[in-house]
């Protein structure tokens, strides 16, 4: 059974703070690794990572793959209240996703 | 991006009665389609994956007969709640597979249901 596991499963910080979420996995027939973002609705895409080594960045977020380790994590520098949010990260096998359970992450003024 | 969108956004309901939730891919075509529910501080579980024209793939421990799904066009895909009870309360989310990246799944908004 395919199982997707984050770390931690929540985090309060300061804004300013840096923050690294990781993310586990362990999918037969692994294609990608999703990151995504969960406000108060449905998750928005993040990042798509398929190789390793590659860092992926888009403002104060970064992401990479470690694909011999089956380990991502995602990186968030300089955090501000707006990045209060559930992160998830999910693994994906044929168009399919197995999520893992989330990360909260609250970031106070 | 792809957009996909959801309705009814909310919907509070009697037991024992049927609520029909609507996905649609707004500017792209979706041959895959996915229903995920998710309960409050938890993570997406993964219900039925819906292929256009054929029957859908139920994951483990959801009722087909309970939780029906029809995906007839290339941009809709149903979820039938038949005889909701309090415990089918939930926030249930669509998924489309994006074209260009085809492991991308873009969600919709979500349904907030409410069986009382």
Not at chain 2, 53 to 67: I, L, R
């Amino acid at each position: 059974e395919d199982k997707v596991v984050q770390s931690p499963l929540s985090l309060v910080v300061h804004e300013g703070d840096t923050v690294t979420l990781n993310c586990s996995y362990e999918v037969t027939n692994f294609r990608s690794l999703l990151w995504y973002k969960q406000e108060k609705k449905a998750p928005t895409f993040l990042f798509m990572l398929t190789s390793s080594g590659i860092e992926k960045k888009s403002g104060r977020l970064s992401s990479i793959l470690d694909k011999k380790e089956l380990f991502s994590i995602l990186n968030i520098t300089a955090t501000q209240t707006g990045d209060s949010a559930i992160y998830l990260c999910a693994g994906t096998s044929y168009g399919k996703l197995t999520f893992g359970q989330g990360t909260i992450l609250t970031v106070h003024p | 991006g792809a957009v996909v969108s959801q309705h009814p956004s909310r919907v509070i309901c009697k037991s024992g009665t049927s609520v029909k939730i609507e996905c649609r891919s707004l500017d792209f075509q979706a041959t895959t389609m996915f229903w995920y529910r998710q309960f409050p501080k938890q993570s997406l579980m993964l219900m039925a994956t819906s292929n256009e024209g054929s029957k859908a793939t139920y994951e483990q421990g959801v009722e087909k007969d309970k939780f029906l799904i029809n995906h007839a066009s290339l941009t809709l895909s149903t979820l039938t709640v038949t005889s909701a009870h309090p415990e089918d309360s939930s926030f249930y989310i669509c998924s489309a597979l994006g074209t260009s990246q085809t492991d991308t799944q873009y969600f919709g908004p979500g349904t907030r249901l409410t069986v009382l």
